[in-house]
């Protein structure tokens, strides 16, 4: 009897044991929360090759001669193509570790995220018309914002008669246009030969009373040429010249009579690419210049070292897709609004008030899609409802620091090769959802294991959906239909 219940007692402890015991490889949540897993090694891994790229040594380097036989982009309904690469893809790596990087990046997006509201603050205080300047006014410096660049991810294009082919930082936050030009009074490093306009026949100056030149917000003239000046919320700035050239997308086609800057006098923001490439809402932008009826791109992982596209006019909204309206900003046209409701954390609603994501009359608020931000920044009232409901179903999960840099909610999956966290969903207006991968909003902040909850607040009214969290899926832009596209899984 006694041996009977011994076996009986050692039975209980037994299976007890094996319930409690967590598997140092893996950690799972309750199940009565909707979860995905985050393949942890995948992203340490990830850490370790980007680090490794050589971009002296890549192909993205080499420049390519366009073929005299690229078709002439006649009307707007035309596809036209690029490719896509991240900024660690094509400048050489000058940091010691993987959280050196992060802390870069981290510092860089907030300089863009100070640009953007600044640039829709101004606008809505009515300080952002058009201004016609004295020449000497456009090529008085300011404060260099060399070590802030913000260009995350790049196209090659031709530009001139014949084309030179060259980076330039993709842009949905900007209109204009615009490339370093010879001779140069002060230009950063850039990874292809400065242009130089007399060695294109169809780069043209515009004069003074071109309807383009009247659309700049900053100008002036000199001898009958016009001039422009982009100036960025961190003191970054490009002046010069303002013309029109010919634009070669790859072996896809080629536009005649872009209007475009030709900087001569360019600090800060884009080391390593030539200029800027505008998709802004703008009358300026590449987008409204051609006359698109729509653009898509899908930003791959930063971390993977691979390329994938931007289309024009080739891509459409599936049925299937996350969408969501394009609003309008009565006050400002750049920037791509979109019509947002909210989240889900684990599969249930986080509760937020619907005013949170609006546009109100004046036209501070709303919600923007933005290339160059990497990291969501949200109005903080939303930003703590979502890190609360996080944090509410991650209790079994290992904290990690209190605070890097942006991030306040941080892990230690350093014992771990995966892990089920909840999942997170965006809510667009008229009911449509996308689903985030696990790697769309815990990201690591070293090689060690140390990932952070990807989202931060910010004190102002105005809330960006960064590219962290479009990473992997292909937004479509659907200007003739004002949607605005989610297909994940779709690069």
Not at 136 to 144: A, D, K, N, Q
Not at 433 to 445: D, E, Q, R, S, V
Request: charged share 15%.
């Amino acid at each position: 009897m006694a041996s009977a219940r011994f076996l009986s007692l050692l039975s209980t402890v037994t299976l007890s044991l094996l319930l409690t015991t967590t598997d140092a490889s893996s950690r799972s949540l309750p199940t009565s929360h909707e979860t995905t897993v985050l393949d942890v090694v995948s992203s340490l891994q990830q850490t370790q090759h980007i680090l490794s790229i050589d971009p002296t040594r890549s192909s993205l380097t080499t420049t390519t001669t366009t073929p005299e036989s690229v078709p002439v982009f006649l009307n707007s309904s035309s596809p036209l193509s690029l490719e896509l690469h991240s900024r660690d893809t094509l400048v050489a790596s000058q940091h010691k570790d993987y959280k050196s990087l992060v802390l870069s990046r981290l510092e860089r997006d907030s300089s863009r995220v100070a640009s953007i509201i600044a640039k829709v603050n101004l606008a809505v205080e009515g300080a952002d018309s058009e201004t016609r300047y004295n020449p000497e006014e456009l090529t008085t410096p300011v404060i260099s914002g060399a070590s802030q660049g913000s260009g995350e991810y790049f196209s090659r294009l031709g530009v001139g008669t014949p084309a030179k082919e060259m980076y330039m930082v993709l842009d949905t936050g900007s209109d204009i246009n615009w490339i370093q030009c010879k001779p140069c009074s002060s230009c950063y490093q850039q990874s292809d030969p400065i242009f130089d306009p007399s060695s294109s026949s169809t780069y043209k100056s515009l004069t003074c009373s071109a309807p383009q030149c009247a659309s700049l917000r900053a100008s002036a003239c000199r001898s009958d040429k016009c001039l422009y000046q982009v100036r960025y919320g961190d003191g970054s700035f490009t002046v010069g010249e303002y013309a029109t050239d010919t634009v070669t997308f790859g072996s896809s086609g080629k536009v005649d009579n872009v209007a475009l800057g030709c900087g001569r006098d360019n600090e800060g923001l884009f080391t390593g690419a030539a200029g800027l490439l505008g998709l802004g809402g703008g009358a300026l932008s590449m987008t409204s210049q051609i006359k698109a009826k729509s653009f898509s791109y899908c930003l791959v992982d930063r971390d993977s070292g691979k390329s994938s596209s931007l289309d024009f006019n080739s891509v459409q909204v599936g049925a299937g897709d996350a969408t969501g309206p394009i609003l309008r900003n009565s006050k400002i046209d750049t920037f791509y609004y979109v019509g947002f409701t909210g989240f889900s954390v684990g599969g249930q609603q986080v509760s937020i008030p619907s005013s949170a994501f609006a546009v109100d009359a004046s036209g501070t608020g709303g919600v923007i899609l933005d290339c160059g931000t990497a990291v969501t920044r949200l109005q903080t009232q939303a930003y703590n409802s979502l890190r609360d409901a996080f944090v509410k179903l991650t209790a079994n999960l290992k904290r990690g620091t209190s605070s890097i840099s942006l991030f306040d909610t941080c892990y230690d999956f350093s014992s771990l090769s995966t892990v089920k966290v909840p999942t997170v969903a965006f809510h667009f207006t008229g009911g449509k959802t996308l689903n985030l991968p696990a790697k769309n909003y815990l990201i690591p902040i070293d090689d060690a294991g140390t990932f952070c909850f990807a989202f931060a607040p910010t004190s102002s009214s105005l809330s960006i959906i960064g590219n962290v969290q479009q990473q992997g899926t292909r937004i479509t832009y659907d200007l003739a239909n004002h949607l605005i596209g989610l297909s994940a899984n779709k690069c």
